[in-house]
Each structure stands twice: as C-alpha cells, then as structure tokens.
C-alpha cells in the first residue's frame, strides 16, 4: 500500500556537524515530496520540497536528495544548530490529481548535542 | 501575515462526551485541512476543503466525526461521541490552493485526551 516510512526513529549530533535523516517510500507514483519540521508544541513547519524530475534542491543549510531507483529521499542539514532540535517528517503526494493529499511519514527525532 | 489560529489549544473530556475545534486559516488561502497526529506518528489527513467543498474525507471516522467549513472561511471539527482512541492532536493547515506545490501552513493543534 501507500506508505512513506522513515527509519530511524532518533538521531543525535553534535553541534556543527551534518546531519542526514532518510525516508524511504514505497509508492512509485509519488511525484512530489516534502520535508516538515516539527518543534514541540507546534505545527509542522515547511523546510524544502522536491518534484520527481529532480534529484536534488538545495536550501538554506539544508538539501533534499530523492532517489528514484530505490524510493529513498533524505534531508541533509548542514552545520547543525540547537535550534534544529525537532521531528523530522518526509511526506509524499501519492496522486497525480490537482489536488494535493499529502501523506506523511512516521517522523525522525533530531537531536543536537552542543 | 497571521498564521493559523487554533482554539482551543488543549482539552480533555470523558469518553462519551462531545468536543467541538475551531480554526481560522490564513486569510485568503482556498484549501484547509484537518489532520489526526496521534503520539509518536506523523499527521494523517482526516477532511480536506476546497472553499467550503469537501474535497477528500476518505479518512474521516464519519460515525463520530464531523466537519464544516461554513462560508469558506472558518473551520469546525467535531467530535461525538469520543473515544480513548481519539487522544491526539488534531492539526489543522491551510493553504492557497490545493493543487500540487502549494505549501500547506499549519496551525499550532489542539491536544485533546479523552479519559
């Protein structure tokens, strides 16, 4: 079925340091996909997104890196900060319809260590 | 520009009762999503409105939930009759429009333990 998995539930990282977190999906229709930020107590919070014509967009300190072949994507964050601290969700758009239903995955906890 | 606004921030009832969440999206943005985060996992779409049209409440418990969006604007999600199952947080997001690329913004939740 349509899943987007993501696997490993907690990452810790020293301050100033990269961090990678992976995602995998499993539905190859998917053409477009998003990393969320999630703080405690919030809402998730935008960070970057991908189409599937594209294997790799950069952001501000962070970079999105979709493989196709083997439906992975992963968020690299450059220079890790104690304000990354958060959960960390892919998502994916699993249908090629006009409107967007967003599936997201089950989350990674980053923590920094400063 | 305001975000989106959420009442109330957190509630608890006993199972078998009614709760009732409110959301202001962003002002002018078309599409406004209700989803369900349950501890420890990612939202998951519960009802999806293009203006006040229902675009997407496959996922919707519709035994017990409900949802309207009155005048395209404003947002109630309802609950009735609760179960414990129903502890969670429920997001709501908005966005310009619905198509594909269109960044959702969410708002802050309500917490809501049934007991």
């Known amino acids: 079925g349509e899943s987007v998995g993501l696997h490993l539930p907690t990452l810790s990282v020293q301050e100033g340091d990269n961090s990678i977190i992976n995602c995998a999906y499993s539905?190859?229709?998917?053409?477009?996909f998003i990393w969320y930020k999630q703080e405690s107590g919030k809402g998730p919070q935008f960070i970057i997104d991908?189409?599937?014509?594209?294997d790799k967009r950069q952001g501000q300190r962070v970079t999105v890196l979709l493989n196709k072949t083997v439906k992975h994507l992963s968020l690299q964050i450059a220079a890790t900060q104690p304000g990354d601290s958060a959960v960390y969700f892919c998502?994916?758009?699993?249908?090629?319809?006009?409107?967007?239903?967003?599936?997201f995955g089950p989350g990674t906890s980053l923590s920094v260590i400063p | 520009e305001a975000g989106v606004a959420q009442s109330p921030r957190y509630k608890i009832i006993e199972k078998r009762q009614s709760v009732a969440f409110w959301c202001n999206p962003i002002?002018?943005?078309?599409?406004l999503y209700w989803y369900q985060q349950i501890l420890g996992q990612g939202p998951k779409l519960l009802i999806q409105?293009?203006?006040?049209?229902?675009?997407?409440d496959s996922q919707l418990p519709k035994d017990r939930f409900s949802a309207e969006r009155l005048k395209g604007v404003d947002s109630t999600l309802k609950i009735q009759p609760a179960k414990l199952e129903d502890s969670a947080v429920y997001l709501c997001?908005?966005?310009?429009?619905?198509?594909?690329?269109?960044?959702?913004?969410f708002g802050p939740g309500t917490r809501l333990t049934v007991t």
């Open positions: 997001a908005s966005s310009l429009d619905g198509g594909t690329g269109y960044e959702q913004y």
């Open positions: 539905n190859s229709a998917s053409d477009y």
């Open positions: 991908i189409r599937s014509n594209m």
């Open positions: 998502a994916e758009n699993p249908l090629k319809t006009s409107y967007d239903k967003v599936i």
């Open positions: 002002s002018g943005h078309a599409t």
């Open positions: 409105f293009q203006n006040n049209g229902v675009v997407d």
